[in-house]
């Protein structure tokens, strides 16, 4: 089994920063792509941002120039974090972790969409 266990949420001011952590644990053989989810009272869950194993990333329009995914380079730790700077009220959600990762199981390798519990992002007007 696969576990992701995200931290670092809470209350922020607009324009007021967070950074956001997600360690992965388990059985994991590899992870390929993680990376960030959020869902707004009312909305559909969305992409935050993602980040390869080679170190590519991707990001959502409203986040680009504000926030900034690395990833552990330590590949023994499977961490992922997620810095917001400039946070505005439309930022508040619940934020997701996720990661494609690669697990031995019954003999043979399978991968596994793998998400965290999330944790709470309130940004104040």
């Known amino acids: 089994q696969v576990h992701l266990v995200e931290s670092g949420g809470g209350l922020v001011q607009t324009g007021g920063s967070l950074r956001l952590s997600c360690a992965a644990s388990?059985?994991?053989?590899?992870?390929?792509?993680m990376g960030w989810y959020r869902q707004a009272p009312g909305k559909q869950r969305e992409l935050v941002a993602t980040?390869?194993?080679?170190?590519?990333?991707?990001?959502a329009d409203s986040v680009k120039g504000r926030f900034t995914i690395s990833r552990d380079r330590d590949n023994a730790k499977n961490t992922v974090n997620l810095q917001m700077n400039t946070l505005n009220p439309e930022d508040t959600a619940v934020y997701y972790c996720?990661?494609?990762?690669?697990?031995?199981?019954?003999?043979?390798?399978?991968?596994?969409?793998?998400w965290g519990q999330g944790t709470q992002v309130t940004v104040s007007s």
């Open positions: 996720n990661a494609d990762v690669v697990i031995f199981q019954a003999l043979r390798y399978k991968r596994v969409d793998s």
């Open positions: 980040i390869s194993g080679d170190g590519g990333t991707n990001y």
């Open positions: 388990g059985s994991i053989r590899s992870i390929n792509v």
